[in-house]
Each structure stands twice: as structure tokens, then as C-alpha cells.
């Protein structure tokens, strides 16, 4: 089969840490055909989506004393060509965010890759509709409490009732911009001028989860059953466990509770095409549902001696494989 990565440029990759080079690596150890390129290489011709590609291989990384080990050399690039995305049996929908309008635009055109020909991950017209944050107001009984707004008034009386909130840019990635504030702050005004961009931008306020001190986990989940969990736990003086922002990793279980979140959540994921998805849950709270390069199954496959990666890739193999 042949696989298509959309991606960040590779050598910007850490073969470590990265999902998307544990999806190539998977499937080239699964015999498959890997293939790459960026946004800006699509195209549409005679109503199709076509891209400059670049045909690679991977080394695999080893783990050597629990830590994962990659040689310099990690990828080979074999060869480019210009090619329909038809030709493909699937395409991985795997650059970083944020969502710019660059990568709105790169959706549109995989609106016009024919779904029952190639398999798309996720669903462009998912990942349109399911901004990392908003997407969870949907699921009211599984999220703290939660205000989107950019007014300093709503935004504080929020605070008021709370005592405390974390702030969240709509658009962020990796934890970045997210700032704990308490009520009676006396750098509130500034902070919501900076957050909003001077009220012209919504920004997300939840109440604050005490327990997250006790870790952020990351449940990935593949066609809305969960496969996997890491948690990962603040440092030094930080609040936030994002392994961005040097969060540490801790090997975690699935509790019922957090279950019963991914059975609320399946049914919707699976109707907008959200295949691959990395859900945040603080005590037992859904905080964020990640769409556009979910990241974790290196430091899961590491923790638990698993491999999410290969699992992928073979469910990936048996949707494609019911299209002949």
C-alpha cells in the first residue's frame, strides 16, 4: 500500500518523540510504501488533489536502557514526483498546529480526494469543525466548567464565582499562552488584553483542577476506542504538564471514569471522521479533544511495551482494504 504523510518538514521531526515517525516507521516495517510532503506542495487539477511528494525510509528507533535511541541518518529520501492523492491508499493529515488559514485551505483541497479510493486521517471536514478546544463544549457532562469569551466583565465574574481559572487561547498548541489567574488578580486587565489581543479575540477560561498537579493524561483514542495513556506530570514550579513545557511522563492506567468520557465522546468522533485523537482529562474532567497531529504513542509504546504506532497502521490497513 502506498501511505501519504502531510507533515512539518522532517528534518524538524524527532524520531523520539514524534507520532507521524512512528506512523511511517510502522508502516514501512508493515511493508508499506512511505511518502511526504508539506501544505504548501498541494494543488487541484481537473477537480483533483495532486502534491509534490517525496518517497522515504526509515531506520527505526531502539530502545537501549528505557530510553529511546535514533542515528543521525534516521530517513532517506528516495525520490520525488508529482502525484494524484487518489493514488494513495491512505493520507495522514499530520501538520502541527496552529490551525492558520494555510491549513484551512490544504482541507479544502482534500475535500476532493475520493473517500472510497483513499483513506483520509483525520477527516478534513473534521478537523475543520473541531477546534482542539471548542470541540469539547459539546460534552458538557464530562468538562469543568467553561466560559469562551473576550469581555474582561464576563470573564471576571467567571473568576469571581470560582476563585480561580486557567486560560486557554483557542488556537494554542503544546500549552502554549495557557496561564492559571485568580480572582482579584491585580494584573487581570493586563492579562485579558495580552489573552484577547485588546478584546478581539474569544479565549477560554475553565475552572481550575486542583488535581492537576497530580498529572495531565493523554488518552489516545482510534475510531473512538481508547488504545493507550501516559500521564504527564508538572515540574519545579510549573502548573502545566504538557511534556512541551517539560512535563514528566508517568506510566497510567484507564480508569472506568475516563472510559465512560471516551464512550460519550465515540459516536461524534466518528461521525466527523476524527479517527486519531488525543483526549486531555484532569480528575476525571475532559479539558481538550487534540485533532491535527496528536501526539503520545512514543512515550505509551515506551511506558507499556506496546507499539500504537503499528496498531495504527494496521487499522488503517483494514479500512483501506475494504475499499476493492
Not at 102 to 109: D, E, F, H, K
Not at 264 to 288: R, S, W
Amino acid at each position: 500500500m502506498k501511505f501519504l504523510f502531510i507533515i512539518d518538514p522532517i528534518a524538524k521531526l524527532d524520531p523520539k518523540h514524534d507520532t507521524s515517525v512512528a506512523f511511517m516507521e510502522a508502516s514501512v516495517t508493515l511493508g508499506h510504501e512511505v511518502f511526504i510532503t508539506q501544505m504548501e506542495n498541494l494543488s487541484v487539477k481537473n477537480g483533483k488533489a495532486w502534491a509534490s511528494v517525496e518517497k522515504v525510509t526509515l531506520k527505526p528507533v531502539e530502545i537501549i536502557d528505557c530510553h529511546y535511541h535514533a542515528v543521525n541518518d534516521w530517513y532517506e529520501i528516495l525520490g520525488k514526483e508529482i502525484l494524484p492523492l487518489e493514488e494513495m491508499n491512505a493520507v495522514f493529515m499530520r501538520t502541527d498546529p496552529p490551525v492558520t488559514i494555510p491549513y484551512l485551505y490544504t482541507t479544502y483541497i482534500l475535500d476532493l480526494v475520493d473517500p472510497k479510493k483513499t483513506l483520509v486521517v483525520n477527516s478534513p471536514k473534521g478537523l475543520r469543525n473541531a477546534n482542539e478546544k471548542m470541540y469539547a463544549l459539546q460534552f458538557e457532562s464530562v468538562i469543568p466548567e467553561t466560559i469562551v469569551s473576550q469581555s474582561k466583565e464576563f470573564i471576571s465574574e467567571f473568576l469571581e464565582q470560582h476563585q480561580a481559572g486557567v486560560i486557554k487561547p483557542l488556537g494554542g498548541k503544546g500549552g502554549e499562552g495557557i496561564l492559571l489567574i485568580e480572582s482579584g488578580d491585580r494584573n487581570f486587565n493586563s492579562l485579558i488584553e495580552i489573552s484577547t489581543k485588546r478584546g478581539f479575540e474569544p479565549i477560554m477560561v475553565q475552572t481550575f483542577l486542583p488535581k492537576a498537579k497530580e498529572g495531565d493524561k493523554r488518552i489516545i483514542l482510534l475510531d473512538g476506542e481508547p488504545i493507550g495513556a501516559v500521564n504527564r506530570i508538572p515540574t519545579g514550579k510549573e502548573f502545566r504538564g504538557n511534556m512541551a513545557v517539560g512535563g514528566r511522563i508517568a506510566k497510567t492506567e484507564i480508569t472506568p471514569k475516563e472510559r465512560e468520557i471516551c464512550a460519550t465522546l465515540a459516536p461524534k468522533l466518528k461521525e466527523d471522521g476524527l479517527y486519531f485523537v488525543g483526549i486531555d482529562v484532569i480528575g476525571g474532567y475532559l479539558t481538550e479533544i487534540n485533532v491535527t497531529s496528536p501526539t503520545g504513542i512514543r512515550e505509551i509504546d515506551l511506558l507499556d511495551n506496546v507499539n500504537l504506532g503499528k496498531q495504527t497502521i494496521q487499522w488503517v490497513e483494514n479500512q483501506v482494504t475494504n475499499f476493492d
